[in-house]
């Protein structure tokens, strides 16, 4: 395909052009329905001129709805948006971008969606939406999906809608509940997952850190127990990967343990782990839930993470860690294959 692109470029530039014009404008109004043209302008990062002449065409083309209320797509705008995802990624760079970050991370596959999720939340429902194809043709029945928190994993619960070939899933927080908002907690994403998937769930009510007497007392309990064999027996791992500075302040760390974390030059941080650029271990955080050496009885591991500000921690974990599947935007691609 990419030969065809690159002939097409030479004899057709425009046409190119303006399928990409059209392209991100279906993709936009997909996104932010009912839109304005002023609002459509600015998210599809386009000139006003440009939105009007395009609106018109694909009004004309019944691919889109215009009302006093904004914009919407048409079921056939969908259609056509589906159809050319594929072809644009290869136009747009995309493509590349996964197969560079495939070499450079020795990871099976990477999905690079468009934009910076670091500036616009958007970019992590893309995301999302790449985690629901990723599950809807990999989960099985009855099986069970361990998430982690965090905004990322917020924004998958979302776009979560039941398996067309899956059914009866278990949703189980990954680890015990870090000091954030509750709708970035892994309990309540697990809930919210489950709701939309038409799945069960299950919660784990610890907080994460824990002293050492309160993580040896609740390991002996029962109810413990039985939610951490679930958690470590899950088929699939979603998960995110922090900035290791950023965590630790999260997780409300006394002063000893940033300065650790600064003088062992800590970059990142997954399952309660902080890792330096080399991808090794520089602390770990005593919580109950999966474990670092877990991961290597998993089926399947999906890590999402984006934004040019997690670069170097995306790079840092994968020095070390394991995934079959990195889901990523095209700001972190970049900031990953330029540093």
Not at 261 to 282: I, K, W
Request: proline share 2%; glycine share 8%; net charge neutral.
């Amino acid at each position: 395909m990419q030969s065809l692109i690159d002939l097409q470029k030479k004899i057709f530039p425009d046409l190119l052009e303006v399928m990409k014009h059209r392209y991100a404008i279906l993709q936009t109004i997909n996104l932010f329905q009912p839109i304005g043209r002023r609002s459509l302008s600015e998210r599809a990062k386009l000139t006003e001129r440009t939105v009007r002449g395009e609106v018109e065409f694909l009004q004309k083309h019944q691919m889109i709805d215009v009302s006093g209320k904004g914009m919407h797509i048409t079921e056939e705008g969908k259609g056509i948006l589906d159809q050319l995802a594929l072809f644009m990624r290869d136009i747009t760079g995309l493509s590349v971008l996964e197969t560079q970050l495939q070499d450079k991370l020795t990871i099976e596959k990477v999905t690079v969606v468009r934009g910076n999720s670091d500036k616009d939340d958007w970019v992590k429902q893309e995301m999302g939406k790449e985690v629901m194809k990723y599950l809807q043709s990999h989960v099985a029945n009855k099986q069970t999906i361990a998430v982690t928190g965090g905004s990322t994993m917020a924004a998958i619960a979302h776009v979560m809608s039941p398996f067309k070939n899956a059914g009866n899933c278990l949703f189980v927080p990954a680890r015990g509940g870090v000091g954030e908002k509750v709708e970035s907690q892994a309990n309540t994403i697990v809930a919210e997952m489950a709701k939309r998937a038409d799945g069960d769930y299950r919660m784990l009510y610890v907080p994460d850190p824990l002293s050492e007497q309160s993580y040896q007392t609740m390991l002996k309990e029962p109810s413990i127990q039985e939610i951490t064999e679930l958690i470590r027996s899950a088929d699939i791992i979603l998960h995110g990967i922090g900035d290791a500075l950023t965590m630790a302040n999260r997780r409300k760390s006394n002063d000893d343990l940033i300065n650790q974390l600064e003088t062992n030059r800590a970059v990142s941080e997954a399952f309660g782990y902080y890792f330096n650029r080399q991808g090794d271990v520089v602390h770990k955080v005593r919580t109950i839930g999966i474990q670092l050496e877990d991961l290597k009885a998993v089926n399947k591991v999906v890590a999402i993470a984006g934004g040019d500000s997690k670069a170097q921690a995306i790079t840092s974990y994968f020095n070390q860690g394991k995934a079959d599947l990195l889901i990523t935007d095209e700001a972190a691609a970049e900031a990953i294959i330029n540093g």
